[in-house]
């Protein structure tokens, strides 16, 4: 989720193998493998937003992706390190580029600009970032139009709620939010069209580009306050767009007992969450396996383009609804086939989506 302009560089001291910027970072770099002996090994290593590791959400996607090509791969090592703030973005760039770290990821788009500084500096150096393009030709972009299964999801909120409101929020106004809360938007406005009905959707109007923020990722309380305002007015079903702030949502939708339900995004929350109970379903942003892939394929020597990157989209499942596991007897058959129609029919370019927020492959 995210995309924004500003940063300042820094430069982290190496010793020990261990950032000397760790008061600045907050910690020292997470490796998940002891090192062992013998052949180089290929070392990926990750710079988390400031939701850390265990957001539920796009940095534990990003985490996971690595997993997933060190077990593909065992020449592979992987570690990460988690910024606070985003002053400690560049901290840590450079701190994995001292230790000559093989690849380098970023995670989200807020790191964008700290991304690039880092990359024009070191042109030799391999870099990936995650919902952003920075257009350099040493960072492999990877971004997802989850506008496409938001749309999905509103679709199927707007056909399952008995109060006629849903409900969205986001983090901050940021691209990668805000493309959410877009595909979300016209998915209800389709559900209206198709069935002649007026079902609302507070929180967000796409029209203005203007609507409800947590102001947070990370604050869970500032989360469900929004939800809670969304809530006071009627809405039934909300999709926070705020990584683990909208935990903060998604544990009072299952202390509501059933007076709403939530729809969660980025990983399938029900794999990643506790909160399965509460939430219809996800829309997924499979970063995971774009991870994994870009990963093992720059350890196999090969050649990431900085154009275009990777764009994930319905039709090759770099973007998806997650099943509807605790709903799936709740949502009708009717419904169902419906939505999945929607998906033939956006993948075949039948039905349009459309967003300012979308990711650009130029």
């Not at 020449?75 to 400690?88: G, L, M, Q, R």
């Not at 995650?130 to 999905?152: K, L």
Request: aromatic share 8%; with cysteine; charged share 20%.
């Amino acid at each position: 989720m995210r995309s924004v302009r500003g940063m300042r560089i820094a430069s982290a001291f190496v010793a020990g193998g261990l950032v000397l910027g760790a008061a600045a970072c907050g910690e020292a770099p997470k490796d998940d493998n002891a090192g062992g002996t013998g052949a180089k090994k290929y070392s990926a290593c990750m710079v988390t937003d400031v939701g850390g590791i265990d957001d539920k959400s796009f940095n534990t996607s990003a985490w996971a992706g690595l997993q997933e090509a060190k077990k593909a791969n065992d020449n592979i090592d992987i570690k990460y390190v988690a910024s606070k703030a985003e002053a400690d973005y560049e901290v840590n760039l450079t701190g994995f580029v001292n230790q000559k770290c093989d690849f380098i990821l970023a995670v989200g788009g807020l790191m964008s600009d700290a991304t690039k500084k880092a990359a024009e500096a070191n042109p030799k150096q391999q870099f990936g970032i995650v919902d952003a393009n920075p257009g350099v030709d040493n960072i492999y972009p990877m971004q997802f139009d989850t506008a496409q299964a938001a749309f999905q999801a509103g679709y199927l909120a707007a056909g399952m709620s008995k109060n006629g409101k849903v409900g969205t929020y986001g983090a901050i106004p940021i691209p990668p939010v805000t493309i959410f809360m877009d595909g979300f938007a016209d998915g209800v406005a389709y559900y209206n069209q198709a069935k002649g009905k007026s079902v609302q959707l507070l929180g967000w109007d796409k029209a203005t580009q203007k609507g409800s923020f947590s102001n947070s990722f990370d604050k869970q309380d500032d989360g469900k306050k929004v939800s809670d305002a969304l809530v006071a007015q009627g809405a039934d079903i909300i999709m926070p767009v705020a990584g683990g702030a909208g935990l903060g949502t998604t544990a009072a939708a299952q202390a509501s007992g059933g007076k709403y339900s939530a729809i969660w995004v980025d990983s399938d929350g029900c794999e990643s969450t506790p909160n399965c109970p509460a939430l219809l379903t996800t829309v997924v942003k499979n970063i995971r396996d774009a991870v994994k892939e870009a990963v093992l394929k720059a350890a196999g020597g090969e050649q990431l383009p900085a154009t275009p990157g990777f764009v994930g989209t319905l039709a090759n499942n770099g973007v998806s609804l997650a099943p509807y596991h605790d709903f799936d007897s709740k949502v009708p058959a009717e419904l169902k086939g419906e939505v999945d129609k929607i998906k033939a029919d956006i993948a075949a370019g039948t039905i349009k989506v459309t967003s300012k927020a979308q990711p650009t492959t130029e």
